[in-house]
């Protein structure tokens, strides 16, 4: 699913945006390349501590989508690359995942898991 490119990418700093949509609505919330973990393949951990409205919209429609890129990673033909994924999310308030990103990132009150389906390069 996720390719050599995608995970030289989480080596480099940079924003990761994650856009929910309900009531035809789009929200987006901001993180860093730095704090998703890929745990089972195709699922993304990530820290979460206020996200209320991205919650909310999970809630409703848990489809997700994730923007990332660095521009320190050659692309197709310049230098710099990102990724545009899509799944379907949940919050996590307990289980183990939710422990071992409480441990690395204390300040979390819940962690977000993304299953990724989709994983395509756009520069």
Request: proline share 3%; net charge neutral; charged share 20%.
């Amino acid at each position: 699913m996720f390719t050599e490119k995608f995970f030289e990418i989480l080596n480099h700093e940079g924003v990761v945006s994650i856009v929910t949509c309900s009531n035809n609505e789009a929200h987006v919330v901001n993180t860093w390349n730095s704090y998703l973990i890929i745990v089972e393949g195709n699922k993304i951990l990530i820290p979460a501590a206020a996200m209320i409205k991205t919650e909310e919209n999970i809630n409703v429609n848990p489809k997700v989508k994730l923007t990332l890129g660095s521009k320190e990673v050659m692309g197709y033909q310049y230098p710099g690359t990102g990724f545009l994924l899509e799944g379907t999310a949940k919050f996590l308030k307990d289980g183990d995942n939710f422990k071992m990103m409480k441990e690395k990132c204390p300040f979390l009150t819940r962690t977000l898991e993304v299953t990724v389906t989709s994983c395509k390069q756009t520069l």
